[in-house]
């Protein structure tokens, strides 16, 4: 069989459909495999307020994770002929380790800290209508953090950068806010409603929205803001 033979039958509409369900299968389970220590922890955890720094402790493991993750689906070509899911997530996770803790980490404290000041208003001595501010710097805190595990998975920027312009994105490219915003409420309304082990079963999938999502403000970054391309 010839190459062009190949080619073109690794580029019909099924094959690429085919390539995306194996890419996101693949994905999933190295996925699972990475964040595995933290979840196994989660999942033993009582559903208690009292335990929510244990909760953003277990999640240390799965900003790595989710970060390969990113990686890989957004280097992955969807040709059947092409596909190295595996090998993409594992360079991911090595290349992407240490600045997706250094924006994962912070992130969780934060969220932590709102989180237990939301559930210990009386506590704390603050009036009931501090529930607004604090949901919204919550937002905020989530979807920067967010955006900045999307730059620092994608792009070599210095930590400072990335924070930059996940800030300075969340006003350029709205609509991807907006996007990741909706992301994370469902995510979280998937978690109260079932159980932490659903949303882990669409980590793959949830890892591909924010790609998807993200094209905006990755686009623009990769114009404006490298010299080469990005990929």
């Known amino acids: 069989m010839s190459t062009a033979t190949r080619r073109e039958f690794g580029a019909g509409p099924l094959s690429r459909v ?42 240390v493991p799965l900003g790595p994770a989710l ?26 996770y090595r290349v992407n380790l240490v600045g997706s803790l250094l924006v994962w980490v912070p992130m969780l404290m934060w969220l932590a800290l709102l989180a237990i000041n939301l559930v210990n208003l009386t506590a704390v001595g603050l009036p009931r209508w501090w529930v607004v501010p604090l949901l919204l710097v919550a937002a905020g805190v989530a979807v920067v953090g967010v955006n900045a595990l999307v730059i620092t998975s994608l792009f070599a920027f210095r930590l400072r950068d990335v924070l930059r312009l996940a800030g300075y994105f969340v006003l350029r ?59």
Request: aromatic share 4%; proline share 4%; with cysteine.
């Open 67 to 92: 970060s390969a993750a990113l990686y890989a689906l957004h280097h992955q070509r969807l040709d059947l002929t092409e596909l190295h899911p595996a090998r993409l997530f594992w360079r991911g």
């Open 173 to 231: 490219t709205p609509a991807v806010a907006v996007g990741t915003a909706l992301l994370l409420v469902a995510a979280v309304v998937l978690t109260l409603v079932t159980s932490e082990a659903a949303l882990a079963a669409l980590g793959s999938v949830l890892a591909l929205a924010l790609v998807r999502g993200g094209e905006p403000m990755t686009s623009v970054i990769r114009q404006e803001f490298t010299r080469a391309d990005g990929d």
């Open 18 to 59: 085919a390539a995306l369900v194996y890419t996101l299968l693949v994905v999933e389970v190295l996925l699972l495999v990475c964040a595995a220590p933290g979840l196994v922890a989660l999942f033993a955890l009582e559903r208690h307020v009292s335990n929510l720094p244990l909760v953003a402790v277990c999640a």
